[in-house]
């Protein structure tokens, strides 16, 4: 008979007990980490501009809702839709190699996501064309994705 992979039945208990163990602001080391990588892999593949990673509110948010919303942007490799569906949306998993002592491709899934709970907005070009998702915790199903419009 064959193995059955194992499955999590309560992923916002798993995410929040998992952010529990980490201190309060390692959402910021966690996604500047990844801008940081996003940028190392566009120069891998030829790219030789400078890399810009900026912390900032995001003022449209700030306009058009009136509410404050931390914003990191990175001219990095960006990510398709469907990686996005892929890297941010399954735990444990990431677009660079894993290693015990280097990428888990946990970290700003577990930090930022229960920080922020109403939504990670994920704006993202690769090759001319965008996605818009929101990582967000649906009060039914717990953490996941949402796709809008762009």
């Given at each position: 008979m064959p193995t059955q992979g194992m499955q999590v039945d309560n992923t916002a208990f798993l995410i929040e007990k998992l952010a529990s163990d980490c201190g309060p602001t390692q959402y910021?080391?966690?996604?500047?980490?990844?801008?940081?990588?996003?940028?190392?892999?566009?120069?891998?593949?030829?790219?030789?501009?400078?890399g810009l990673v900026i912390w900032d509110v995001d003022w449209k948010a700030v306009d058009t809702h009136d509410v404050y919303k931390?914003?990191?942007?990175?001219?990095?490799?960006?990510?398709?839709?469907?990686?996005?569906?892929?890297?941010?949306?399954?735990?444990?998993?990431?677009g660079?190699?894993?290693?015990?002592?280097?990428?888990?491709?946990?970290?700003?899934?577990?930090?930022?996501?229960v920080k922020s709970p109403a939504g990670l907005v994920y704006k993202s070009w690769r090759d001319g064309s965008g996605t818009f998702e929101v990582s967000w915790k649906d009060p039914e199903t717990g953490y996941g994705l949402k796709q809008l419009e762009l």
């Open positions: 910021v080391r966690e996604l500047t980490s990844n801008a940081l990588q996003a940028i190392e892999a566009r120069r891998a593949a030829g790219w030789k501009g400078e931390l914003q990191i942007s990175d001219n990095g490799t960006g990510m398709t839709g469907q990686e996005i569906q892929q890297y941010i949306n399954h735990l444990s998993s990431s660079r190699i894993q290693d015990r002592a280097k990428n888990f491709g946990l970290g700003a899934k577990i930090t930022a996501s």
